[in-house]
């Protein structure tokens, strides 16, 4: 069984269109996040939930937005991508109530804006 | 501002050679984090570290953490092919809004 999944694993679209990416963890973890890495490798994090509450809010523009349904998914909402927005998110889980922190990452998904 | 700083950023190195590789961040962290990441994949977490002094070792890795100086080290022993990939170290803390910040990387190759 994956513990991170994610969906879709590649998405082009174009400029001006709104699309979301899922993600789900079977682990019974109480927080999970989303990263952005750009094509030089530089990794950010964008957003994480813990137990469906958003407890970092990183300085990504306000057309990205996490939904939690529950504590085993986090989905990224995009609206109105742009070129920029063109990059590999990942989605992860971790423990973090009592620890141990460890992260598991999804598979990542491929995001081409045209 | 949380700044996390590593060196070097690209290793090429003979198999079966030792090196380190070094994370300095610039503020009181909670938690240190190494990753490695193969080409093309995802991101695997190898180590967290929480405390001064914590040393944590894995196979032919070996992390360690002194929060006075700020830095954490990944130690490689007697390198091998397998271990070929970008490392990268990522510290988070409660000072600023429990905010994680990612290390640029470290792109490791072993040659035989």
């Known amino acids: 069984d994956t513990a991170v999944s994610q969906t879709p694993k590649y998405l082009v679209t174009q400029m001006g269109n709104d699309k979301s990416i899922k993600c789900e963890q079977n682990l019974g973890h109480d927080t999970m996040y989303w990263y952005k890495q750009d094509s030089k490798k530089f990794l950010k994090i964008m957003f994480s939930?813990?137990?469906?509450?958003?407890?970092i809010n990183e300085t990504v523009p306000n057309r990205f937005s996490p939904k939690s349904p529950d504590k085993a998914h986090l989905n990224l909402h995009i609206n109105s991508l742009e070129l920029g927005d063109s990059a590999v998110y990942f989605c992860?889980?971790?423990?973090?109530?009592?620890?141990?922190?460890?992260?598991?990452f999804g598979p990542g998904t491929r995001l081409l804006v045209l | 501002e949380l700044k996390v700083e590593q060196n070097p950023l690209f290793l090429s190195m003979q198999e079966g050679k030792n090196y380190t590789i070094y994370c300095n961040y610039s503020?009181?962290?909670?938690?240190l984090y190494w990753y490695r990441q193969d080409p093309g994949k995802s991101l695997e977490s190898l180590f967290v570290l929480l405390s001064n002094g914590a040393v944590k070792q894995e196979g032919r890795l070996m992390a360690s953490l002194d929060t006075k100086a700020r830095l954490s080290t990944l130690h490689i022993t007697a390198a091998v092919h397998d271990l070929s990939a970008t490392y990268f170290c990522a510290v988070d803390s409660r000072y600023n809004n429990n905010d994680m910040r990612f290390g640029a990387g470290t792109r490791l190759t072993v040659k035989p």
């Open positions: 503020t009181t962290s909670d938690r």
């Open positions: 939930y813990n137990n469906k509450e958003l407890i």
């Open positions: 992860a889980s971790s423990l973090t109530s009592g620890g141990p922190f460890i992260q598991y």
